[in-house]
C-alpha cells in the first residue's frame, strides 16, 4: 500500500482539485466519501479509479470493504492531507475517486425524469434517490441545473447515483430526440388548472418538474405536451420540488401496476 505523507504528491493535488465542479467536469472524475457509499459504488460496478484510506482506519477499512481492496489501486493517507480532501466533519476516514458514465448511447426505457434548473443540492439528490426507487430508465437534467457531482447531491442520493443514468441536456438535443421517438413530455405548473392526477401516463412518458423558485422554464413549458397541477385542497402554496417529483413518479409507477 502506497503511503501518501506530502501535499506535493501529485495524487493528492489532482484528488484535492476534483472538489471544484471545473475540475470534475474537465476530468470525468468526482469524489465520493464513507463507507456505505464506497461500497454502494462497487456494488453498482462504479468504475472506482481509487480508493484512499486516512491513516490510522486501516482496520475498519479491511472490515468493511475487505472485499474489493483487491480490485481498485489503494493509497494511504496522513490525517492532515486526507482532511483537506473531505466535505463532512466527522469523516469515516475513506474516500474513492470515481469516472463519471455520462454516455447516453446504451440508455433505453420509456419513463424518464426532466431536472429543469434544480438548484438545492439536497434537492436533487433526493430527486434522484426516489427516482431509483421509481424505476426510471434516466434522469436529463437542463442547464442552469445544480452540479450532480456535488458533494452534498452525491451524499443525498444514498448511493442511487451510480445506478440511474444521468444525461446533461445542455441544448436539449436529448429531449429533442425522446420526443422524436414518441415521448410525451408532462410538466406540472401552478398556473395550470388540469388536475395531474386524471392524467394518462402509461406508455413512454417524460416528467419535467422545475426550479424551486421559477418552476419550469419557459423554454421547457413550451415543449411540453401535457400541463398539469398537482391538486393541493389544503391551499398551500406550492410543493418542495422533491416531494412534487415524489408524487408525479409514484403515480406513474401506480398506473403502470393497473
Do not use: W
Request: hydrophobic share 40%.
Amino acid at each position: 500500500m502506497i503511503i501518501i505523507e506530502s501535499k506535493e504528491n501529485s495524487l493528492f493535488k489532482n484528488i484535492k482539485k476534483l472538489k471544484e465542479r471545473k475540475n470534475r467536469s474537465k476530468e470525468k472524475k468526482y469524489i465520493i466519501e464513507g463507507f456505505r457509499l464506497v461500497e454502494e459504488g462497487f456494488k453498482a460496478g462504479a468504475d472506482i479509479e481509487c480508493l484512499v484510506i486516512e491513516e490510522g482506519n486501516e482496520q475498519k477499512a479491511n472490515e468493511f470493504l475487505k472485499e474489493y481492496l483487491t480490485v481498485s489501486k489503494i493509497y494511504l493517507m496522513k490525517k492532515s492531507l486526507f482532511g483537506q480532501l473531505i466535505a463532512t466533519e466527522n469523516t469515516q476516514g475513506v474516500l474513492a475517486v470515481v469516472k463519471m458514465n455520462d454516455s447516453t448511447e446504451e440508455i433505453k426505457g420509456d419513463f424518464y425524469l426532466l431536472c429543469d434548473k434544480v438548484q438545492d443540492p439536497g434537492n436533487l439528490g433526493t430527486i434522484i434517490r426516489t427516482a431509483h426507487a421509481a424505476g426510471v430508465s434516466g434522469i436529463i437534467l437542463t442547464k442552469g441545473t445544480v452540479d450532480i457531482y456535488n458533494d452534498k447531491t452525491i451524499r443525498s442520493t444514498m448511493g442511487s447515483v451510480f445506478y440511474l443514468p444521468i444525461i446533461y441536456d445542455n441544448d436539449l438535443s436529448f429531449l429533442k430526440k425522446l420526443k422524436e421517438d414518441g415521448f410525451s413530455l408532462v410538466t406540472t405548473s401552478l398556473q395550470e388548472s388540469k388536475d395531474f392526477f386524471q392524467e394518462d401516463l402509461r406508455g413512454k412518458v417524460i416528467l419535467g418538474v422545475g426550479n424551486e423558485g421559477n418552476g419550469i422554464s419557459d423554454e421547457i413549458f413550451a415543449m411540453a405536451d401535457k400541463k398539469v397541477k398537482i391538486p393541493m385542497p389544503g391551499g398551500a402554496e406550492s410543493l418542495n420540488v422533491a416531494v412534487a417529483s415524489s408524487i408525479i413518479l409514484f403515480e406513474k409507477v401506480r398506473q403502470g401496476m393497473l
